[in-house]
């Protein structure tokens, strides 16, 4: 089989996933600006013809940029598929997805995780204590209020931690800081919930939260910054935690397993 050229410029490689290459060809199309938004794709039987391939390689190729938010699809006689306008929160959802399975995939300390998360929220701040709008404020301390409830469950908590830091980083007023934040905040945050939540302090999380949107609110961004910076160190102290209980758990279950370990020893 021999490689073919499609409508875009594109040189097949028959050594590889034509769906694929096609796919890359018409969002690089896209990207490039050949393709606008709202203007429709030509027809599956012509992108076939053109490309040198059967419809069914076509219409994977449309499915690929479909599950993308590329472009959309449209029934009935001026049906057909169009290039997607891709909105910021659209994108955020890619983002948080693709960072979660980023880090589950990967070994990534805690305090790298931790360290980036941070150091991009923390950039954040100064315009967030600028911009802050009223509805910014209401969003943190309503999930401050929620974190105090007594009854309040771990998950619930963990939720209510991440809407604060979403909420904080959106008072930036800066779509493309919220785009970059999402996989930050909404990936590596329930991570390292997941990591702490057995040994953490709600108390102390929720008067740090306090002190960060009190800073916010009066425009304190050097407040915000330093209690943000507590959060951080105290973040990184309860992993610190975890692990060592964790290590004199799995010593203690090792010694009890040893024939002549402490736990085979009787008191004479």
Do not use: W
């Amino acid at each position: 089989m021999t490689s073919s050229s499609g409508p875009m410029g594109t040189t097949l490689d028959p050594g590889r996933d034509l769906s694929a290459q096609i796919a890359e060809a018409i969002r690089d199309a896209i990207v490039a600006g050949r393709l606008i938004v709202d203007e429709r794709l030509p027809s599956e039987a012509e992108l076939a013809e053109a490309f040198g391939v059967s419809r069914p390689t076509v219409r994977e190729a449309l499915k690929r940029l479909a599950a993308q938010n590329l472009i959309r699809t449209q029934r009935g006689a001026s049906g057909g598929a169009f290039v997607n306008r891709l909105s910021f929160d659209e994108a955020q959802g890619q983002m948080v997805t693709t960072s979660t399975l980023l880090l589950s995939m990967n070994e990534v300390d805690f305090e790298t995780a931790c360290e980036a998360r941070f150091a991009l929220e923390r950039a954040c701040v100064p315009l967030a204590a600028r911009r802050r709008t009223a509805d910014h404020l209401a969003a943190m301390k309503a999930e401050i209020e929620r974190q105090s409830q007594a009854g309040l469950s771990d998950e619930a908590f963990c939720a209510s931690d991440v809407a604060f830091h979403r909420a904080l980083v959106d008072a930036a007023g800066n779509p493309i800081l919220s785009y970059q934040l999402a996989g930050a905040v909404e990936a590596i945050e329930p991570l390292m919930n997941m990591i702490t939540f057995t040994a953490r302090d709600r108390a102390r999380i929720v008067a740090l939260h306090r002190e960060i949107a009190a800073a916010i609110e009066a425009g304190d961004a050097e407040g915000a910054e330093a209690a943000l910076s507590r959060l951080s160190a105290y973040a990184v102290e309860l992993a610190d935690h975890v692990r060592r209980a964790r290590a004199a758990r799995r010593q203690r279950a090792t010694e009890a397993r040893l024939p002549d370990g402490p736990a085979s020893h009787t008191v004479e």
